[in-house]
């Protein structure tokens, strides 16, 4: 499959982790080679992907000050075809002004993720929320991005805003495609959740938004609280068909 996939946006708690994680495993489940890289210092990617431990570990954050070789940090998981790269001890330490310099300064992140997917993998990055500095950084290396958005009343607002940003990201790195939007935590029974997904739809250029939607579902929280990817945990749930049909969908678009 071969690119770098960026799941990110302006907002905290929209769903970015949990998009990312899912993906991954829906992808590897399928037999893609896949990476997940966790670039967000909070690292929350390893306690969805059961990977806790006792503590945050070596990761990504170790590998870029030096302290730690590439094959230190990969980990295998219940996938054979999905490996993850942790944040590492940044999410222990909170010292996320050294690490967003580090990052920064540093080329070896572009490396790390052009030479997994020049190796063939597909690479999906977690990121923190906003445009900082680290976004801006996996977004230099990305092919393509992916931004959820989460139907809830402030959408209504910050919808508009919220694409300019991106917009405004990508344009800075011309290999750099759009790939759309993922409405999250959508609500069927809900009519203000309706209308928030109409209204964003009514907002954006149709082609930039998924016409599949993660709908909110108990067993999605359930699943990272047992550290597992719902789409493995609990198959018929109907946020994990609705990522298991995303990756459908950008499994076609990124062969492109
Ligand atoms: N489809 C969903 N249904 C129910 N809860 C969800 C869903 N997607 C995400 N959540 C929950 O919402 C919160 C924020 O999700 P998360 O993926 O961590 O967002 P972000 O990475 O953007 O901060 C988490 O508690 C997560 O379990
Ligand atoms: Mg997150």
Do not use: W
Not at 3 to 25: C, D, E, P
Not at 80 to 88: D, I, K, S, T
């Amino acid at each position: 499959m071969s690119r770098i996939l960026a799941v990110v946006s302006q907002k905290g708690g929209v769903g970015k982790t949990t998009t990312a994680i899912n993906i991954a495993a829906a992808f590897a489940r399928r037999g893609v080679k896949t990476l997940l890289v966790d670039m967000d210092p909070q690292g929350s990617v390893r306690f969805g992907v059961g990977l806790q431990g006792s503590g945050a570990g070596p990761g990504i954050a170790d590998y870029l000050t030096g302290a730690r070789e590439l094959t230190a940090i990969v980990r295998a998981t219940a996938l054979p075809f999905l490996r993850v790269l942790l944040a590492g001890t940044v999410a222990d330490s909170g010292d996320h002004a050294a690490y967003q310099a580090l990052v920064s300064s540093s080329t070896r992140l572009g490396e790390l993720l052009s030479r997994a997917r020049d190796r063939g993998y597909l690479v999906i990055v977690d990121t923190p929320p906003g445009l900082g500095p680290v976004v801006h950084r996996v977004l230099a290396a990305a092919d393509r991005v992916v931004v959820p958005l989460q139907c809830e009343p402030l959408a209504l607002q910050t919808t508009s805003q919220i694409l300019k940003g991106i917009r405004t990201a990508v344009a800075e790195h011309p290999k750099l495609k759009l790939e759309g939007i993922i409405l999250t935590m959508f609500e069927d029974q809900n009519a203000l959740s309706r209308r928030i997904a109409d209204y964003v739809r009514q907002q954006l250029p149709a082609d930039l938004v998924f016409d599949v939607m993660i709908p909110r579902t108990p067993a999605t929280v359930e699943a990272f609280a047992a550290g597992q990817p719902v789409v493995l945990r609990t198959p018929d749930d109907a946020a994990a068909a609705a990522y298991v049909a995303l990756a459908d969908v950008l499994q076609r678009r990124l062969a492109k």
